[in-house]
């Protein structure tokens, strides 16, 4: 199966400043990927990237095997939900769906109006008029009513409550189940992300610092505690990803592939919010790469 997205080298800069930088990663189709970092990390950068919406400054991407931006069969492929839940105001529920039918050649409307009929949605309510959660679900329904290979969400549940975010997230689930597509979303919350994927990138500072299956990342990365240690002491093979030390303590979230056999360290398994925020405590790496890639 070819790779969903993959990514060699690429950057995007605006003006001076680069919002994106050296991001290689390589992920199969079938997966729900998981985007995280924190503000202007370049996570919207990097999905209007694979939506064909930005072009590159440096570096390649492909998304489902081709060029995002290149031609409309490509772009029939992808579904893109941009951030802030994008819909009319004015326009009614039905209008958006006599819209998505007119701008979408696999536009598929039985599962619109079953997917809204389910939620509750009146065809006839105006878009400005929904709560945030009913703006999320339908411009959902939207994105999977075009019936794409890739759904790229960025932030859909940013402005809901738990109970809608659960709900939408939910949804999304059972549209992935049903429909087998591949979903890249992103979310400063990983615990959203931690229900829904089984893909994490974790992006900081314009550059990705772990990317990777969830159960490989939690396989590789481990939390040692014990007497106070210099981090640059450590074995090799054994990166260490944060440190916080005590007077007499040092605790270290590290990743290896190999087992750790030192008996001074007592040695926990990372939760994927440990992960992730052990990453954004990194300092940058040099050299700037990857620290962790996909692994075949
Ligand atoms: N159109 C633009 N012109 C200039 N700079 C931009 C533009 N869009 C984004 N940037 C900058 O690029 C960097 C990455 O922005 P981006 O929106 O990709 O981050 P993000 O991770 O999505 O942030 P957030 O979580 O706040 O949405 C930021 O420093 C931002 O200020």
Not at 46 to 75: D, F, H, M, N
Not at 103 to 129: I, S, T
Not at 181 to 206: A, F, P, Q
Request: glycine content about 8%.
């Amino acid at each position: 199966m070819s790779a969903v997205l993959r990514a060699h080298d690429l950057g995007k800069k605006y003006g001076k400043r680069w919002a994106l930088r050296d991001f290689t990663v390589d992920i199969p189709a079938g997966h729900v990927v998981g985007l995280v970092g924190p503000n202007g990390a370049g996570k919207t950068t990097l999905l209007k990237l694979a939506a064909g919406q930005l072009t590159p400054t440096s570096g390649t991407i492909a998304v489902l095997g081709g060029r995002p931006e290149a031609e409309p069969a490509q772009l029939a492929m992808i579904g893109f939900v941009a951030q802030d839940t994008p819909v009319y105001a004015g326009l009614s529920v039905a209008d958006h769906l006599r819209l998505g039918a007119r701008l979408n050649p696999g536009w598929d409307a039985a599962l619109a109006r079953d997917r809204l009929e389910r939620l509750g949605l009146d065809p006839r309510h105006r878009a400005g008029k929904l709560s945030g959660g009913q703006r999320a679900q339908l411009a959902l329904t939207l994105g999977l009513a075009k019936r794409p290979d890739l759904l790229i969400l960025d932030e859909p549940v940013a402005a809901l409550d738990p109970l809608a975010r659960r709900e939408f997230l939910q949804g999304l689930m059972e549209a992935v189940a049903e429909h087998e597509l591949s979903v890249v979303l992103s979310s400063h919350l990983v615990s959203d992300l931690e229900r829904t994927c089984d893909y994490l990138i974790v992006l900081v500072g314009s550059r990705v610092r772990a990317a990777g299956e969830v159960e490989e990342l939690l396989a590789t990365h481990h939390r040692l505690t014990g007497p106070r240690r210099d981090p640059d002491r450590l074995p090799a093979g054994q990166h260490v990803v944060s440190a916080r030390h005590t007077d007499r303590q040092s605790t270290l979230i590290i990743r290896t592939d190999a087992p750790i056999h030192d008996p001074a360290w007592s040695v926990s398994q990372v939760t994927l919010e440990d992960l992730v925020l052990a990453y954004m405590d990194e300092p940058a790496p040099a050299p700037l790469r990857p620290v962790l890639e996909v692994k075949r």
